[in-house]
């Protein structure tokens, strides 16, 4: 049963692999954007009315907006995480109530492709620095509202789904070289002077049986 899970894992991990690196050759020509986006009006509060004071106008009403989206370009991917906050004046309310009406119906989550960036995106340097693609970034709006990025190269995302595979070949020529020497497959131990079972875990040897005890 433990054999049979982990040849699961291994296949699972080689397709994964073989996606991820379709995924990054395809990066240099496409960039593609998963997006999950929720907005909701709100009453504005004193900083707000400050906020829209201080810009020439008065607020009215307040579009709050939380949303994560995913993107992947130039063999970067980008994990961006965002809250809003839009102080609307009377005239602005109007085009918004619309366009909040045309996505009332619609689902929150979105998928958009467009031409990849010159460059991937530079972030503030984490350990090997951003150039190899790790990093974050956080940005402030007008309002204050963050908006948070952490990037990661595709590279490292495909090297996690090898460890399987390398792990399973590294069994496997262990288990052969011991075979080829007359040793127990699971334990090592020497079996040229034992037949049938090994004395020492119990395993059947596969040249005997063609199996083996669990």
């Known amino acids: ?3 049979l899970a982990s040849n699961i894992a291994t296949a699972l991990s080689l397709i994964f692999c073989a996606a991820t690196v379709t995924l990054w050759v395809r990066s240099y020509w496409v960039a ?7 907005r909701a009006a709100a009453a504005p509060t004193a900083a707000d009315r400050r906020y829209a004071q201080q810009n020439g106008y008065a607020a009215t009403s307040v ?23 839009d102080v609307l004046s009377v005239w ?20 958009t492709r467009s031409a990849p960036e010159q460059r991937p995106p530079i972030f503030k340097p984490i350990g090997f ?33 090898t460890i ?21 497959t699971v334990c090592g131990y020497d079996l040229r002077a034992s037949q049938g079972r090994c ?15 669990p």
């Open 164 to 184: 399987p595979p390398l792990a399973w070949l590294q069994r496997y020529w262990r288990r052969r070289g011991r075979r080829v020497r007359g040793r127990c």
């Open 129 to 161: 620095g951003s150039q190899l693609g790790f990093g974050y970034k956080v940005q402030h709006d007008g309002t204050g509202a963050p908006r948070r990025y952490a990037g990661a190269p595709l590279w490292s995302i495909g090297a996690i789904f």
């Open 63 to 85: 579009w709050v907006g939380d949303g994560v989206s995913l993107r992947l370009s130039r063999g970067v991917v980008t994990y961006c995480a965002w809250h809003s906050r």
């Open 1 to 3: 049963m433990r054999r």
């Open 199 to 213: 004395p020492e875990c119990g395993a059947v040897p596969s040249a005997a049986s063609g199996t083996r005890s």
């Open 32 to 38: 593609d954007s998963v997006s999950w986006v929720k």
């Open 92 to 111: 602005d309310e109007i085009p918004w109530r619309q366009q909040m009406t045309r996505e009332a119906g619609s689902s929150p989550w979105g998928w």
